[in-house]
């Protein structure tokens, strides 16, 4: 049963515009959210994360999104370019981050210039 | 300073021979996990160490998998008698469970593992 869910396996945006990737979770006792990016034959890159406490946390042009009740998280990059073309994967953990992450499959991001 | 590492980058072998995939994390860092990825597939978590603690190993999924760490530091990843579905990419990751970063992991360029 797959605790994380990506469901959109690709998505491609218009250079300059909002890329917005979601992700759905199962599990309650998760408490602490993450986002990775992935380039091709490396290893993922840590991006932003979020606390259950929090509902919203940004970083430059990334922001993510987390509705408790609807357990859903989304990643908004705003705006997109053609660097940010990769692979997204959203990750959740339960106790703060020090357990293992459940990821979900990946959303692949093509921003066209 | 220096990343996570992993050796070796690519590995080819045998069905039913060995192997060992190496892991160094970052220093300083307490915590070490093993992740695969097989085509198509997100991550999948297979064994978590952390200090002196004995290892989660909820994830292996069979016997013919073992991890073990040395000196709280190196971490070796062994595949005994692989099998064809064994292919995948071994990531490893650290991360420092207790500091003010919210235990991030950071992980390395993987080891792409193919068994033929």
């Known amino acids: 049963d797959q605790q994380v869910k990506q469901n959109s396996p690709s998505l491609s945006v218009q250079e300059g515009r909002i890329s917005i990737l979601n992700c759905d979770y199962t599990?309650?006792?998760?408490?602490?959210f993450l986002w990775y990016k992935k380039y091709p034959a490396e290893g993922p890159t840590f991006l932003i994360s979020?606390?259950?406490?929090?509902d919203k946390n940004e970083d430059g042009r990334f922001t993510v999104f987390l509705n408790k009740s609807a357990k859903h998280l989304s990643l908004h990059i705003v705006p997109s370019q053609p660097g940010d073309s990769a692979v997204y994967f959203c990750?959740?953990?339960?106790?703060?981050?020090?357990?293992?992450?459940?990821f979900g499959k990946g959303t692949k991001l093509t921003v066209n210039p | 300073g220096a990343g996570v590492s992993q050796s070796p980058s690519n590995k080819v072998t045998e069905k039913g021979k060995d192997v060992e995939l190496r892991c160094d994390p970052i220093?300083?860092?307490?915590?070490l996990y093993w992740y695969r990825q097989s085509l198509g597939q997100g991550l999948e978590f297979l064994i978590y160490?952390?200090?002196?603690?004995?290892?989660?190993k909820s994830g292996l999924p069979s016997d013919r998998f073992s991890a073990e760490r040395t000196g709280g530091s190196v971490s070796t990843l062994t595949i005994q008698r692989t099998q064809q579905e064994d292919s995948a990419v071994y990531l490893c990751?650290?991360?420092?469970?207790?500091?003010?970063?919210?235990?991030?992991?950071?992980f390395g360029p993987g080891t792409r593992l193919t068994v033929l």
């Open positions: 990751a650290s991360s420092f469970v207790g500091g003010a970063t919210g235990g991030e992991q950071f």
């Open positions: 599990n309650s006792m998760f408490d602490y």
């Open positions: 979020i606390s259950s406490i929090k």
């Open positions: 990750a959740a953990s339960a106790q703060g981050g020090s357990e293992k992450l459940v």
């Open positions: 220093s300083g860092h307490t915590a």
């Open positions: 160490f952390q200090g002196n603690s004995a290892p989660d």
